[in-house]
């Protein structure tokens, strides 16, 4: 079975830091290109980075540009989001999402891992 | 980046159809073949529908179709379902390299 599974979320405190990390089975990791999307409580999803393949090249939103890392092993089948100057405003569910390799969509999506920045 | 905008709400009675509109701009929407629509239920992840304008993924009801003129795209949803009742979000790749949701519509099956 194809699946995503984040896991990494919790409470940290602003300014803070964490690590999320979404673990794939069910397909050929490294022939895919991967993204975390996220949504706060409520409202709408959010596009935050992608990665490509071989993990050569990265992309982010302006909004956490400078801040997150996204990075992935693909000895070990794992995508990785370091976190870090957090803010309140980046409270939400964080999602990870497979980038489809025969057409422009993300075909596959975890269940999400929330993330709360409170003091 | 902005987000792309859609509808907050769309209602309609079981059987009839719906369109959500998707509005963006010449740098993503309408620059790009590269249009998708996600469904959401309550507490639960997106589900792809539509992807590159048009396309239906496999095991995606065909009562739901995508179409795309200028910076708008549309989901129209034909036959509505009491299932169907959910967010529904569209999505654009950009010409930032980057991608774009829109603000979500909740349709609900009167």
């Known amino acids: 079975e194809v699946q995503l599974v984040e896991s990494g979320g919790g409470l940290v405190q602003p300014g803070g830091s964490l690590r999320l990390s979404c673990a794939a089975s069910g397909f050929t990791f490294i022939s895919y290109w991967m993204h975390w999307v996220r949504q706060a409580p409520g409202k709408g999803l959010v596009w935050v980075s992608r990665i490509n393949s071989d993990g050569t090249g990265t992309s982010y939103a302006d909004s956490v540009k400078g801040r997150f890392t996204i990075s992935r092993d693909n000895a070990e089948n794992t995508l990785y989001l370091q976190m870090s100057s957090l803010r309140d405003e980046d409270t939400a569910v964080y999602y990870c999402t497979r980038d489809s390799y025969y057409y422009d969509a993300f075909d596959i999506w975890g269940q999400g891992t929330m993330v709360t920045v409170s003091s | ?110």
């Open chain 2, 1 to 110: 980046q902005s987000t792309l905008t859609q509808p907050a709400s769309v209602s309609g009675s079981p059987g009839q159809s719906i369109t959500i509109s998707c509005t963006g701009t010449s740098s993503d929407v309408g620059g790009y073949n590269y249009v998708s629509w996600y469904q959401q239920h309550p507490g639960k992840a997106p589900k792809l529908m539509i992807y590159e304008v048009s396309n239906r993924p496999s095991g995606v009801s065909n009562r739901f179709s995508g179409s795309k003129s200028g910076n708008t795209a549309s989901l129209t949803i034909s036959g509505l379902q009491a299932e169907d009742e959910a967010d529904y979000y569209c999505s654009s790749y950009t010409t930032s390299s980057t991608y774009v949701f829109g603000t979500g519509t909740k349709v609900t099956v009167l």
